[in-house]
């Protein structure tokens, strides 16, 4: 029996330095298995995070999503797309919401089989209130999660 491993692997983004490293991983990975390359960023909206205390109401109007999505989308090709093989199947998806929250329902949705993700990306006081997003996953995804570190500069 021939069958891949991996048929589809979701690289999820904050466009940190951490994730340009999961990017690697994920396309090689990707090419290997010829699985489909999703490229996942989620438009955080803090209305919807897990800590009640902080609910900041978020009056975003029409206009201010459409930008920020088609910013995402440009930043993705201009970061990624333009490093894939040619002929690589992939896909771009902007979410929006809590992040760990609309990974793993992402992961669900499309029978993801690998998510591929930096291991740090928001630092200080928004790490200590939100934890890590790759924490998260890791423990809710239907799915193995591979998390990249950023390797150490010597």
């Not at 089989?113 to 006081?125: F, N, R, Y």
Request: proline content about 3%.
């Amino acid at each position: 029996m021939s069958e891949n491993l991996y048929k589809t692997i979701a690289f999820c983004t904050d466009f940190s330095d951490n994730a340009d490293e999961a990017f690697i991983a994920a396309k090689d990975l990707a090419w290997r298995y010829g699985a489909t390359l999703h490229l996942v960023h989620v438009l955080v909206t803090f209305s919807t995070a897990p800590i009640r205390e902080i609910y900041v109401p978020l009056e975003m109007d029409v206009h201010f999503v459409e930008r920020a999505t088609e910013g995402a989308k440009a930043a993705i090709h201009e970061r990624y797309v333009s490093q894939l093989r040619e002929k690589q199947p992939y896909e771009i998806h902007i979410l929006s919401g809590y992040p760990a929250t609309e990974i793993v329902h992402f992961a669900e949705k499309n029978a993801v089989d690998l998510v591929v993700m930096g291991s740090q990306g928001l630092t200080g006081i928004a790490h200590v209130l939100f934890g890590s997003t790759a924490d998260r996953v890791v423990r809710k995804a239907p799915c193995s999660v591979l998390t990249v570190r950023l390797k150490k500069k010597e």
